[in-house]
């Protein structure tokens, strides 16, 4: 028996002949028994799992093949046993997070926080002028499928895209470019993943290169920004931020992001949508035949 442990019904991921899924949602409460770990061939994680992932699948002897529902793994891969291949949910996720990405571009350009806030307190805001996102110049750092999805989304609003990406290719800059390319956007929408040559990329050098006024959206992972360099230039009112991560995550009470100016903060809701479910299912699917027939499987990431 060939046992394939997942948050969906059987029914549901239309499992090929020859699997087995057993059920489980990642509650502590829900687990199954260590006589049924033992078989388990494939593990479908939860996206949100409530105990240390590296100590249940070390109770997985026969353990193969772990596929994530997200598309980043920086959190999930230092767990993975030795020989185990893990597989991301890259394309999944891909038309929400450019959702949000077009939706806090407008937002914060457009001054939406401090209409609400008006409106909430039983006022009429005091007329201004604002940005338009028409004529503007924007960045999409980490030019992978995300940037893609969020390229197409901008198409009709009448902006430059400059893409950029780790190394360069057709079309496509690569991030040594970053100090020449920063003067020149209006819009950074951060998408890339985070690894130790990301982490505080956006750090105080990056952010003094953006032009004033520029904003930054941040739907990567927190620490790819480096929350004191915002904070700094936070500060100083040059910059706008509108950020669905953080550093930390989520943020405690009270802390100053909240009310750093110009700052628009959602709490990481990218991917988390109506379309996710149906999205995952069919990526499993897909996962679940190729694995019974003994096909290369998608979206292997390499450690």
């Known amino acids: ?115 609400v806030r008006a409106q909430d307190e039983g006022r009429w805001a005091a007329w201004q002028w604002w940005p338009a996102l028409a004529d503007r110049t924007v960045m999409i750092l980490g030019y992978g499928s995300i940037g893609e999805a969020l390229e197409r989304r901008l198409a009709g609003f009448e902006t430059t895209i400059v893409r950029v990406a780790s190394r360069a290719r057709d079309g496509v800059h690569a991030v040594d470019e970053l100090p020449e390319l920063l003067p020149q956007v209006d819009v950074v929408v951060v998408l ?3 690894t130790d040559a ?36 936070l500060g100083t009112g040059r910059l706008r931020a509108a950020l669905d991560v953080t550093d930390p995550e989520p943020l405690p009470d009270d802390h100053p992001l909240f009310s750093a100016p110009n700052a628009l903060i959602t709490p990481h809701v990218a991917g988390g949508t109506s379309a996710m479910r149906p999205r995952v299912v069919a990526l499993v699917r897909d996962q679940l035949r190729r694995f019974a027939a003994g096909e290369d499987l998608v979206n292997r990431v390499s450690r």
């Open 1 to 115: 028996m060939t046992v394939v442990l997942a948050p969906f019904s059987s029914d549901e991921l239309a499992a090929p002949d020859g699997l087995t899924v057993v059920p489980f949602s990642g509650a502590a409460d829900d687990l199954p028994s260590d006589a049924v770990l033992a078989q388990v061939e494939m593990w479908v994680i939860p996206y949100a799992l409530e105990f240390p992932l590296g100590e249940l699948a070390v109770r997985m002897p026969r353990l193969r093949v772990i596929q994530a529902q997200s598309a980043g793994t920086d959190g999930i891969v230092a767990h993975i046993p030795d020989g185990v291949v893990l597989c991301n949910a890259r394309g999944v996720h891909d038309a929400s997070t450019a959702e949000l990405g077009v939706g806090l571009i407008i937002a914060s350009l457009r001054g939406i926080p401090t209409f």
């Open 192 to 194: 890339t993943p985070l």
């Open 198 to 233: 990301t982490r505080h990329l956006v750090g105080k050098d990056f952010l003094a290169a953006m032009k004033d006024d520029a904003l930054l959206v941040n739907l990567a992972r927190g620490p790819v920004v480096d929350t004191d360099a915002l904070l700094a230039e």
